[in-house]
Every structure is written in C-alpha cells, then in structure tokens.
C-alpha cells in the first residue's frame, strides 16, 4: 500500500482561517497541539446539518431520522479512523476530559481499598486527575511512572516493578501533548494485560500525527479529540464492546441500557457529529482514492507521518542555531519516529509568557504555560517558572513558515 506524497501548498486553500493576518502579516498557526484549524469540507458539513432543520434521536419523521443517520455516519467513521471492531465500540462525548471523568468512575465501581492503579508523570491531567479522584474515593493506591527528564521518555523500564496482581488499571497517553513524546502504547497494554490490568489510553495529541490501530493495541480503552484533528470540538471514546456491555454507567433511566447510547449521556452535539464524518474524510482524501476508507486513512496518515517527519528534522537542525533556545525531550534526528512534531522550548533572557506575547504580536501563534501537563512540568522543575513555550506543527505547515519562525527566534535572541 504505497504512501502518497504530501504537498501542503494545495491544501491549504481548503482551511480558510488560514488566511489570516496579523499586523499585516499572515498568520502562522503553530497551535496545533491545543486545537487544529477545520477545511472547508468540515465547516460545510456542520452548517449542512443546522440549515436542513435538526432535531433529536428516535422521532419518526424526517429531520429526526437524518439525524440517525448523522449519528450513524458518524459512529462508522471513527470506527474506521481506529479500527475498532464495531460502530458499536465508538462513544461520543463533550470531549476528552469528560469522557474520561465518567469512564473513572463506571470503572472505579470495581475497585476495593487494596487495589493500585498507574498513572505516568507524561500525561496531560486529563488522564490523571479523574484516575486520582476516583483512587481517593475507592481508598485505591495510585503508583506513579515516571520518565527521564534528560530527553523526557517514559521509564518503561520500571513498569515491571509498578505492576503487581493487585494492579487494576493503568492511564497512559500515546504521545505528550506537552514534549511530543511518543510512548511504547503496545507493549504498556501487554503488560498490563499480563497481571489482569485495564489499560486506558489518551490518543488526543497522537491523533492527528500516525495512524491509530485499537485492535493491534489491543488496549480496553482509547479517547481522542476531533478537533485535535481538523474537526469540531467533540470527544470520542473507544471501548471493546464487552467492557461497555458490562460496566455501569451512570445514566438517565430512560436511556439505552446498550452500549453506546448507556454512554452518552444527554443530547449530542449533532451538528458536530456531522463534522467528524468530514474530518475523517478529509483524512482519508489525502491517502487518495481506491480502497475502503480505513485503507485510505492508512495511505493519508502515512503522508502526514513522512511530511511531519521533514519539518521536525528540519526545526531540530535550525534550532541549533538559535543562542539561548532549549528544545526539552527527544533532540536525535535519528529517533524522529519517537516524538510527533511538537517541541516545549526556552529562549535565554524571556519567560514563556513574554516569549510567546511577542511571538504572537508578529503573527506566531504558539501557547506558553504547561497546557494541563501539569505532571510533566513538575518534574521537570518549571511549573512555578511558567512552564514552557510549545511549537506545534501539522500537516498545513510549510517549511517556509518555520523558517519565518526561527528568523523571528534569531532576531529576538539577538537582542
């Protein structure tokens, strides 16, 4: 299955708010970590939804059936986009953190005072706060997995050592919304698996950057974001099918007792639901046409994979360069396959928030802070400092952009 060539020239006249200008400079949006721009494609389809008349689940009459088709169109999708084993597997949500925090305490249910848990120091605290509440109330220990600060790598050496028979759960992200690291997922769930541990991943900040397999993981949970990757702001989460079956989910008493709908509690946000069919198009469009949409999303993933891999060698080069910059983490070129192409940097003489003020003045768009990494800034010694400046890219960025980038990180070294 051959991997397209991806030119970002093209596609970025689908994303209009990519036209932007700043002070009469166009608009470099290195914000991707906290949120994507959408195209055209997924803006339509939102406004398709709202301008046919909408409506609720389960009516019979027509505007109400179009939306179970919306919600069926939506759920296929993200079945493809992980390739989970049915629509039935695919959960909508407010987002991430919600989804999260109600999947913590369906699950805690199960614990008793005794059982351990494992939460890593990488993760945003989406995937660790829920975990924390949820131990507190069920009198549950939490073991915590740490990472090595000189490159900001999980130590999976000391899992083994974390991991007990009284292990029930393990929260791990994919890669670190804060240093770009991407995590051994696979071989975290087969050890977890082998002491009878669930093992839930956060695949928000992986998503838009490789592709994601949930039955080759064989993880029990995964939650991801559509706007992390060019859609509405809707959380997903996948769950095999027995695990959703079997779980209490605290719900409504009218609703579905069947998974997905014992999941999703109140109205959806349908309008949004009709984006992520767009979104996940848009990705499977850039792996071109022929084959079924997974087999396309694997093609479009593979051209995002190899243009993103470009721009990260070319800005851990460049950064070489600048006097006083700090890139934290992975620096090798040679492990490029190891982090996405999100860079948590420091500039001698600027805090992260002046650094990124005037960033942002000449039309950079980057976040400073510790973007609710808040473990990850802890250890590494910066969260009462103002954490970090964050440099995120997509596949819209150009090369030309990263070099206005680091001309503009020149001049304010510099001075």
């Known amino acids: 299955m051959s991997t397209p060539l991806l030119d ?16 009469g400079q166009s608009a470099v949006f290195l914000d991707g970590p906290g949120g994507t ?10 406004a398709g939804y709202l301008k046919s008349g909408s409506s609720n689940l389960g009516g019979p009459f027509l505007t109400s059936q179009e939306t179970d088709a919306a ?11 992980l390739n989970a084993r049915r629509p039935e597997e695919i959960v909508f949500g407010q987002n991430m953190t919600s989804l999260t925090f109600a999947l913590s305490r369906a699950i805690s249910r199960q614990w008793q005072a005794g059982d351990e848990i ?21 009198g549950v220990t939490v073991r915590w997995l740490d990472f090595h600060p000189e490159n900001c790598t999980l130590a999976l050496e000391s899992l083994a050592d974390l991991l007990s028979d009284r292990t029930r759960l393990i929260a791990i992200n994919y890669a670190s919304n804060a240093v770009g690291t991407i995590n051994d997922v696979a071989r975290v769930v087969a050890m977890g698996h082998s ?3 669930l093992v839930y991943v956060d695949a928000v900040h992986y998503a838009p950057h490789g592709l994601i397999d949930v039955q080759a993981l064989d993880c029990d949970f995964l939650v991801c974001s559509v706007y992390k990757f060019f859609g509405p702001h809707t959380g997903v989460l996948y769950g095999k099918y027995d ?19 014992k999941w999703e509690t109140g109205t959806q946000s349908f309008e949004s639901l009709s984006g992520v069919v767009a979104a996940v198009d848009y990705l499977a469009g850039l792996g071109g046409g022929g084959g079924t949409r997974r087999e396309q999303i694997i093609r479009g993933m593979g051209a995002i994979k190899r243009y993103e891999g470009t721009l990260s060698e070319r800005f851990l080069h460049k950064a070489t360069r600048i006097p006083g910059l700090r890139v934290f983490g992975l620096t090798d070129v040679e492990e490029l396959d190891k982090r996405t192409p999100t860079f948590a940097v420091s500039l001698d003489g600027y805090t992260p928030e002046a650094l990124a003020t005037l ?3 000449r039309g950079f768009f980057v976040w400073h802070g510790h973007y609710y990494a808040v473990a990850v800034m802890e250890r590494l010694g910066l969260l009462d400092r103002g954490g970090l400046v964050r440099i995120g890219f ?16 020149q001049e304010l070294a510099g001075k």
Do not use: C
């Open 8 to 23: 970002p020239i093209p596609l970025r006249a689908q994303f209009p708010a990519l036209q932007r200008t700043v002070n």
């Open 71 to 81: 919600a069926d169109h939506a759920r296929a999708a993200m079945m493809d986009m």
């Open 359 to 361: 960033l942002g003045e």
């Open 243 to 261: 695990l959703l079956d079997r779980l209490t989910a605290y719900k409504v008493r009218p609703a579905s007792n069947m998974p997905p709908g």
């Open 195 to 197: 002491v009878g541990a």
């Open 394 to 409: 997509v596949h819209y960025n150009t090369i030309e952009e990263m070099d206005k980038l680091f001309a503009t990180l």
């Open 118 to 138: 494992i939460v890593t120091q990488i993760d945003h605290d989406a995937n660790i706060s829920p975990w924390l509440l949820a131990a507190e109330d069920r």
């Open 37 to 46: 721009q959408s195209p055209e494609s997924v803006i339509d389809a939102m």
